[in-house]
């Protein structure tokens, strides 16, 4: 594991990459991170050139420069991904992006249902960001996370020994 200067992030070769956030200062982070004990608030994926797929009040495509001023990253991945399988979870990812989705489709109950213990309180068919950590199922079988988290899904990846940090970022 490496901390990645500013430069490094934006052009890492490497993705998919699984991504977690900490925006410093912010009372919304710093809730969530209270609340589920984690390091982390937010989960999204590096896509490439840059960019992120995260989810805002839609799921879309980011640049990563939105992140680097006042956010701390964590890049995870599996070191022996094939080809085949980077392939199908950036299929994944990008299949779900291009939905078009003129509504708000952001799980706020889900929220409240985490912040409660509760997480069956959920809207059918939205997500929260940590959601979209789905897609490791498709080529992992293992993965069986249901309305996690992000603090549950870096757990999850940490108690799995295929899985391996690949930087950290920390604005200066």
């Known amino acids: 594991m490496q901390y990645l200067t500013r430069k490094e992030v934006e052009l890492i070769p490497e993705h998919p990459l699984m991504v ?8 919304i982070s ?21 960019m992120v797929a995260s989810q805002d009040k839609n799921y879309k495509i980011w640049s990563i420069e939105e992140y680097l001023n006042s956010c701390l990253l964590e890049f995870w991945h599996d070191p022996n991904w094939r080809p085949d399988q980077k392939e199908m979870l950036m299929s994944c990812i ?24 509760q997480e069956w309180i959920q809207i059918p068919g939205f997500d929260i960001c940590s959601d979209k950590g789905k897609y490791i199922a498709s080529i992992d079988p293992d993965y069986d996370l249901k309305k996690p988290s992000p603090a549950n899904v870096r757990r999850w990846l940490k108690n799995n020994e295929r899985y391996a940090i690949y930087g950290r970022y920390m604005p200066l």
Do not use: N, P, R
Request: a negative charge; hydrophobic letters at 45%; aromatic letters at 16%.
């Open 94 to 117: 990008i299949e779900e992006v291009a939905q078009d989705k003129a509504f708000i489709s952001y799980d706020v109950l889900a929220i409240i249902g985490q912040l409660t213990d």
């Open 20 to 27: 977690f956030s900490y925006e410093i200062g912010a009372f």
């Open 30 to 50: 710093a809730g969530v991170v209270g609340k589920e004990g984690g390091l982390f608030s937010h989960f999204m994926w590096y896509v490439g050139d840059g």
